[in-house]
Each structure stands twice: as C-alpha cells, then as structure tokens.
C-alpha cells in the first residue's frame, strides 16, 4: 500500500502541484501520466525517501530499506565507473543472503531473460542506451521487494526490449507486487495499465488510464 496525504513536492515554496491526498492498494499497477516537468519523477523520488516533500506524508505498508526498489533513469548512472554490465545486475542481490550457486543461477537467469548473455563482462561505457536499460531491469528482477517504483523503464529500449519490459511488468504486478510506473509512451500506458495518475495544470486526478489519456488527447487539439 502507498499512501499520500497532502502531499506536496518541488522546490522550497514552488509546489509543483496542489496537495495529493491518495492510497494504492498493496498489489495495483499504477501509470503516472503528464508532461515533462510537471513533477512525475520528482513524485516517485518523495516515495522512495530520496527526496523530502515541502509538506504532507506518504506511508508505506513495507519498510523502505527491504520493501521498496526504486529505477531510476539511466542518465543518473555513472557509466564512466568500473564495473561490468554483471557486476551492475549482481547490485540487485544486495542485502540478500543467497549460496553462491542460486545466485549464479538466478544471475544467469536474469542475464538470459532479458536478453543480455554474451555481454556480461562488457564495462558500462561499452553500452548501448537499450543494453544498459536492460541491465538495469535486469538488476530490478533480482530483487525480492514488493514494492517497485520504476521512473520511465522504456527509455532507450527497441521493440523487443519493451516486449521484455511489458512480460516482466504484468510478471511482477501477477505476483501480487505493487508497482508505480512513469510512462511518456501513452499508447502503451492504455494498453497494459489500467488506472493512472494524470499530473496537470499543477493539479493531480487518479483514474482510469483510457479516460485520462482522452482527456489529454482532446485539450491538444482544442
């Protein structure tokens, strides 16, 4: 469960939309829809705890440490440090105590899964965009937290890779997880999530996707 109540975020007296008072039910796929700026990763920053809102609280039904895993966007990454693309996914085993088989096995696993065998031992500047955003979802499903907030995960992914994305998400949410995804990719919002989070004219409207995302195809040709 993620629950906002009176939430504001942005910078120190520039809110960059009206107080959000709203709660997601543990195990619901939740979009979050709207223009650039208008606050949609700075909204799942405030959730993770890595960003303190100017005002109001969220609470999580899961302590954040253990129970949250957060995606960010790969320009935040530093590719120029020295690690392997398996190096970055193996990231997603910390904290968890694992024998040495299951976690070659697992790493294995999510290496072929998404497919990334082959590359394994190239450093983060030898990457592709659409490489590099696998091997961070990648790192994402060797995690074991229920909650998942992913800041646009289709960023720099093909055809195939947002085919691997979209497997993975309805994977995750079937397993009872609960996710909260930033997508600019409207068509693909309408077709695989259900209910939405509208970030507009400084205001917040949750929804059901397909009714939001007419409501903002109707105001661009007006």
């Known amino acids: 469960m993620i629950?906002?109540?009176?939430?504001?975020?942005?910078?120190?007296?520039?809110?960059?939309?009206?107080?959000?008072?709203?709660?997601?039910?543990?195990?619901s796929l939740t979009a979050i829809i709207g223009a650039n700026g208008c606050g949609k990763s700075s909204l799942l920053k405030v959730i993770a705890g890595l960003q303190k809102p100017l005002a109001g609280k969220v609470a999580l039904s899961v302590p954040r440490q253990s129970g949250l895993s957060f995606l960010p966007q790969q320009q935040h990454l530093d590719r120029q440090f020295p690690i392997s693309l398996e190096d970055l996914v193996a990231a997603g085993f910390w904290g968890r105590r694992l024998s040495t088989q299951l976690r070659a096995q697992r790493l294995q696993a999510a290496l072929k899964n998404w497919e990334l065998s082959g590359l394994e031992h190239r450093p983060l500047m030898a990457l592709s965009g659409g490489e590099l955003q696998r091997a961070l979802l990648a790192r994402l499903s060797l995690v074991d937290a229920p909650v998942l907030l992913l800041d646009e995960p289709h960023a720099a992914l093909d055809e195939l890779g947002q085919q691997l994305l979209w497997q993975h998400i309805h994977a995750w949410h079937a397993e009872g997880r609960t996710l909260l995804v930033v997508c600019h990719d409207l068509a693909a919002v309408r077709q695989h999530i259900t209910q939405a989070l509208l970030i507009k004219n400084h205001s917040c409207v949750y929804g059901a996707s397909s009714e939001l995302i007419q409501q903002t195809s109707e105001a661009r040709v007006a």
């Open 3 to 27: 629950r906002c109540q009176s939430l504001s975020w942005g910078a120190p007296g520039q809110p960059l939309t009206s107080p959000l008072s709203l709660e997601l039910e543990s195990g």
